[in-house]
């Protein structure tokens, strides 16, 4: 228990002053907002930390990558498998959403105006040419800009690339950027001390002007997504476990999972619950190299939480905006957004999503000022999120040893 209140500590002190800021913002109205300054600053440090974060630990990732222990084959299946399970991850999330209208927000004007958008207008772009403007810019200088995240990742991949396929001679600078990576992850942890009380501040004055919609919102939020991840956890991964190994394949993966969900909750880091995940995956009876080689990379490609995580964050931030999302296109562009930023979920607790929070909101136009309702809500969805991030790459790792050993992998084990 102790342990326990120890990992979770920091939740706790983070939401306690989160709720006592909706309070301030509720009692004070528009006067919460004299500490408005003291949440832009805790924003303004997380604006400053984007631009290196995503260059070093991408660059980093991409030039430490090795082939897998077995046959390509292996790596084939994980990644197909990943790809399927993310995409009804994230449908599913969609379709929880949409069962309950969390932001009930009639006067959109009026949110718009406090996150104070830009008012530039916009050049019509055919889509070769808005495709071009999202994956580059001209000038080395423009990618030191949160406006051009697309761009910075996709020369990070580049420079990754490069460096990987630069031998012994790119070591040191692999090694470098490695100490970076590191370096940016404290760093996100020293300003995380500062974050109670900058989204305390914030909330107040976010609920000081625009009153109870966002605070009920986010407790709707929260309500929702764990009914939502609990039916996901029960049924999907009951499902992936019977076309795995039939209901030998049920029984044996609901028998050896708990010690590794309980290590996700306990910690609420996936990159911790890695060691005891592995473990308990070969537990299941799936082979000792592809357990390793899915768990290890479903820490950082495979997050069915995340995804529907990031499907609640996209669609809060329509609810509160009133964006139409009425067409096929706009519903595409929210699934495939939402898939594409749950790549960009790092495995760590609170703070490990503030690329791909970043990204929604550059991607789907919305105002930089929005990052700490993401935050928000990335902290009080962490624990279950977590958990199916966890629990998923052990599923994952039974239909991939299906691909891989045939049907009677189980049996046979």
């Known amino acids: 228990m102790r342990k326990i209140l120890k990992n ?35 924003l303004n440090l997380l604006l400053v930390i984007i631009v290196p974060l995503i260059f070093f630990t991408i660059t980093s990732s991409i030039s430490k990558m090795k082939q897998p222990k077995r046959l390509s084959k292996i790596l084939i299946s994980t990644i197909i498998v990943f790809l399927l399970t993310s995409v009804i991850a994230v449908l599913v999330g969609f379709v929880g959403f949409n069962t309950v209208n969390l932001v009930n927000n009639n006067d959109t004007n009026s949110i718009k105006e406090i996150f104070a958008p830009s008012t530039e ?42 460096i990987n396929k630069s031998g012994e001679k790119g070591k040191k600078i692999a090694e470098l950027f490695d100490s970076f990576s590191e370096v940016m992850y404290k760093l996100i942890e020293v300003i995380m001390i500062y974050a109670p009380i900058g989204l305390g501040c914030y909330f107040a004055a976010l609920v000081g002007t ?39 394949g049920i029984k044996s993966f609901w028998k050896n999972i708990i010690p590794s969900a309980l290590t996700s909750l306990g910690t609420c880091s996936s990159a911790a619950s890695v060691p005891i995940n592995i473990e308990c995956t070969k537990n299941i009876g799936v082979p000792e190299d592809i357990a390793e080689t899915t768990v290890s990379l479903g820490t950082s ?54 690329i791909s929070e970043m990204l929604i909101i550059t991607m789907l136009g919305y105002p930089v000022e929005a990052l700490p309702i993401l935050t928000i809500i990335a902290t009080i969805i962490d624990a279950p999120a977590t958990l199916l991030n966890v629990v998923g790459d052990s599923a994952s790792a039974m239909l991939v040893t299906r691909s891989v050993e045939g049907k009677n992998w189980l049996k046979e084990k």
Not at 123 to 135: D, F
Not at 143 to 150: E, F, K, R, S, Y
Not at 232 to 240: G, P
């Open 8 to 42: 979770y500590k920091s939740t706790i002190i983070l939401l306690s002053c989160v709720i006592i800021g909706a309070i301030c913002g509720l009692i004070f109205k528009e006067k919460a907002e004299i500490v408005k300054p003291l949440g832009d600053l805790f």
């Open 121 to 162: 207008e916009e050049i019509e772009l055919n889509i070769l040419e808005r495709t071009v403007n999202v994956l580059t810019t001209n000038q080395f200088g423009n990618l030191l800009t949160t406006d051009n995240l697309i761009a910075l990742i996709v020369m990070s991949i580049l420079f990754g690339i490069a």
């Open 210 to 248: 625009m009153g109870s919609i966002i605070a009920v919102g986010f407790l709707k939020t929260f309500v929702v997504y764990l009914v939502t991840s609990i039916l996901f956890m029960v049924i999907f991964y009951t499902l992936y476990a019977y076309v795995s190994g039939g209901r030998k």
């Open 301 to 354: 490609f495979h997050k069915d939480g995340s995804s529907i995580g990031s499907v609640f964050k996209i669609m809060f931030l329509v609810c509160l905006f009133g964006t139409s999302l009425t067409t096929f296109g706009s519903i595409a562009e929210v699934i495939g957004v939402a898939l594409l930023a749950t790549l960009l979920v790092t495995a760590v607790p609170i703070g490990g999503g503030t």
